[in-house]
């Protein structure tokens, strides 16, 4: 876990750096012959009942990727600021805190993931205001995953990045989930989980 927050530190593409595995940023967003931005199209919001029917449905699979070793790397620092990018007040974290570590240190990883589900069509926003002494509200301490859901606004409490890989695997339509290491696990058991994160609690 520890080297993840590093290479989110440091701004690295965390799967790239280890296994190679992912598509590089070029290949995501390549610089020649993609629309210009005032044109390209919204994305469609997938249909998540489809998708959840779907992976409850099929067997999990057999085949999982074990993924790729990587070796733990020393966290150079006991601290990380975090700007705050409502406010623009800075924060001191603690990198670890009661032994783990402070979102704050892998807050680009977080931002790019939502990102990447907003261009899989999810309207999702990731709420920082817990990371940062002046937004902060009394009692947060985690980051937030927004959103709406049949037309009511919902939040969930975010618990680590897997939270986000998970919902990528669900949107994208697939039956497993990379964490990390690239290490496969099937998507099944983590329904209730996504149901929670996108609100779809009835
Ligand atoms: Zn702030």
């Given amino acids: 876990m520890r080297n993840e927050l590093l290479l989110a530190a440091l701004g690295l593409s ?6 190679g ?15 210009p931005k005032a044109v390209a199209p919204q994305p469609t919001a997938p249909d998540l009942q489809a998708l959840l029917k779907r992976v409850a449905e099929q067997p999990e699979p057999e085949r999982l990727s074990p993924g790729a070793m990587c070796y733990a790397v020393a966290l150079p620092f006991d601290r ?14 603690a990198t ?23 261009q899989l069509g999810l309207a999702l926003r990731l709420d920082e205001s817990a990371l940062c002494s002046a937004c ?20 969930c409490a975010l618990r680590d990045l897997d939270d986000l890989r998970k919902l990528q695997a669900f949107v ?14 099937p998507l099944k058991p983590e329904l209730p989980r996504i149901r929670e994160l996108l609100g779809m609690t009835e």
Avoid at 99 to 110: D, F, K, L, Q, T
Avoid at 138 to 150: F, I, K
């Fill in 21 to 35: 595995r992912e598509p590089t940023a070029a290949e995501d967003h390549p610089a020649q012959g993609a629309p």
């Fill in 172 to 185: 994208e339509g697939r039956l497993a989930w990379k964490d990390f290491f690239a290490r496969e696990h």
């Fill in 96 to 118: 670890l805190r009661a032994g783990r570590e402070s979102p704050s240190v892998s807050i680009r990883a977080y931002r790019e993931s939502v990102h990447k589900l907003n």
């Fill in 80 to 93: 990380t600021d975090y700007v705050c990018p409502t406010c623009g007040a800075k924060t001191i974290h």
């Fill in 14 to 19: 965390s799967l790239t750096s280890c296994t």
């Fill in 136 to 155: 902060k509200k009394e009692g947060a301490d985690a980051l937030v995953l927004e959103g709406s859901y049949q037309g009511r606004p919902t939040r």
